[in-house]
């Protein structure tokens, strides 16, 4: 039999406490966009920290060691270039990575982590804890901030609406409403798939006022409708297939209920809900889903990742039927239900 190197337990957990660094210095590689300027090919460190305006020799060390995990890679006359990994960190990348990359850099990702021990402690969000305001109230007083966090978002939101529509079948809707759909891009791709589908776009009023303006310039603007409001009080009527992608973790499952219930209430028995959430498998399957919920719990108050299982209760609880679950390539799941 042929020698296998195992890695011995003290180094795996070693690299594995040590990941922050790794993502600093992909935060770094990121925000100075080495990946964009190494698109026309490898370049010496010199040239990087000029065009950059950083410190040649602390930039080498930099890529020195995300090379050493396969992130960029120094050639013998001592110049960079992409790999496959690097090439995630491009802006124009499909499925680019990199706003999420300068996202986790960011402080507000960083120092709520700093409080993680809190969290564990009482169950409360470490951001709220670290920053004295929620999440979602720090942005509007800090734009860079909530740049990054949109810029990250809507990067990770094309790649998982790519998947969900090879995924599902959307055929057999005619109205689809989007429930706190945003910027409206998972809702535009059905459209433009689909064109026999009419859309509602549901969400705060000043969310709404930003898509408005952006699906007037895409030519689909008859075949929508865009309609504000709060689904914690109602949604919509009329639709015969109800979407929510990513809304139902943001919250506890009270809250969850709460827009579920009132999805079962504006639909008819034959309607459709489809929740486009990250799912949590059982037991110790490997799932950076798993990772993504202690995110959520530093982040967001009562915000959660869910099981099956867990997922099926609070639909049951709003009147539903958990059908299906359908499984994307990009990490979320969809699950569909039915009104009981």
Same mark, same amino acid.
């Given at each position: 039999?042929?020698?296998v190197? @195992?890695?011995?337990?003290?180094? %795996?957990l070693?690299h594995m406490v040590?990941? #922050?660094? =790794?993502?600093?210095?992909?935060?770094?590689? %990121?925000?100075?966009?080495?990946?964009?300027?190494?698109?026309? /090919?490898?370049?010496?460190?010199?040239?990087?920290?000029?065009?950059?305006?950083?410190?040649?020799?602390?930039?080498?060390?930099? !890529?020195?060691?995300?090379?050493?995990?396969?992130?960029?890679a120094?050639?013998?006359?001592?110049?960079?270039?992409?790999?496959?990994?690097?090439?995630? !960190?491009?802006?124009?990348?499909?499925?680019s990575?990199?706003?999420?990359? =300068?996202m986790?850099?960011?402080p507000?990702?960083?120092?709520?982590?700093?409080?993680?021990?809190?969290?564990?402690r009482?169950?409360?969000?470490?951001f709220?804890?670290?920053?004295?305001?929620?999440?979602?109230?720090?942005?509007?007083?800090?734009?860079? %901030?909530a740049?990054?966090?949109?810029?990250?978002?809507t990067?990770?939101?094309?790649?998982?609406?790519?998947?969900?529509?090879?995924?599902?079948?959307?055929?057999?809707?005619?109205?689809?409403?989007?429930?706190?759909?945003?910027?409206?891009?998972?809702l535009?791709?059905?459209?433009?798939?689909?064109p026999?589908?009419?859309? @509602? !776009?549901?969400?705060?009023?000043?969310? +709404?006022?930003?898509?408005?303006?952006?699906?007037?310039?895409?030519?689909q603007?008859?075949?929508?409708? #865009?309609?504000?409001?709060?689904?914690?009080?109602?949604?919509?009527?009329g /639709?015969? #297939?109800?979407?929510?992608?990513?809304? +139902?973790?943001?919250?506890?499952?009270?809250?969850?209920?709460?827009?579920?219930?009132?999805c079962?209430?504006?639909?008819?028995?034959?309607?459709?809900?489809?929740? =486009?959430?990250?799912? +949590?498998?059982?037991?110790?399957?490997?799932?950076?889903?798993?990772?993504?919920?202690?995110?959520?719990?530093?982040?967001n108050? /009562?915000?959660?990742?869910?099981?099956?299982?867990?997922?099926?209760? =609070?639909?049951?609880?709003?009147?539903?039927?958990?059908?299906? @679950? +359908?499984?994307?390539?990009? /990490?979320?799941?969809?699950?569909?239900? @039915?009104?009981?």
């Open positions: 039999m042929a020698n190197h @195992v890695e011995a337990p003290s180094l %795996a070693l040590t990941g #922050c660094w =790794i993502s600093q210095a992909l935060y770094v590689a %990121a925000k100075l966009g080495i990946a964009d300027l190494l698109q026309e /090919g490898p370049q010496s460190c010199t040239w990087l920290a000029e065009a950059t305006q950083t410190h040649a020799g602390a930039l080498y060390r930099v !890529l020195r060691a995300l090379g050493s995990v396969c992130v960029f120094e050639d013998e006359a001592g110049h960079f270039r992409l790999t496959p990994l690097a090439d995630l !960190l491009r802006t124009d990348a499909p499925g990575l990199r706003a999420f990359a =300068i986790l850099g960011a507000e990702h960083w120092r709520a982590w700093e409080g993680v021990l809190h969290s564990v009482t169950g409360q969000p470490a709220d804890h670290v920053f004295g305001i929620p999440l979602f109230e720090y942005f509007p007083t800090h734009p860079e %901030a740049q990054i966090f949109d810029d990250a978002m990067s990770r939101s094309s790649q998982e609406n790519t998947a969900i529509i090879a995924a599902y079948d959307f055929t057999a809707a005619h109205t689809v409403v989007d429930v706190g759909g945003g910027q409206g891009t998972l535009a791709s059905i459209l433009e798939l689909h026999h589908v009419r859309g @509602v !776009l549901f969400d705060l009023s000043h969310v +709404i006022a930003s898509a408005r303006t952006r699906i007037e310039g895409t030519g603007a008859a075949r929508w409708e #865009c309609v504000d409001g709060d689904f914690f009080t109602a949604v919509p009527a /639709g015969d #297939c109800y979407l929510l992608k990513k809304v +139902i973790h943001d919250w506890d499952d009270e809250r969850a209920q709460r827009i579920l219930t009132n079962r209430t504006a639909m008819s028995d034959t309607g459709r809900l489809l929740l =486009i959430e990250p799912l +949590i498998p059982p037991g110790n399957e490997a799932s950076f889903n798993k990772l993504l919920d202690l995110l959520m719990l530093v982040w108050a /009562g915000g959660r990742e869910r099981t099956e299982r867990e997922h099926q209760e =609070i639909l049951a609880a709003a009147g539903f039927h958990l059908s299906r @679950v +359908i499984p994307t390539r990009a /990490g979320v799941s969809i699950i569909e239900a @039915v009104p009981v």
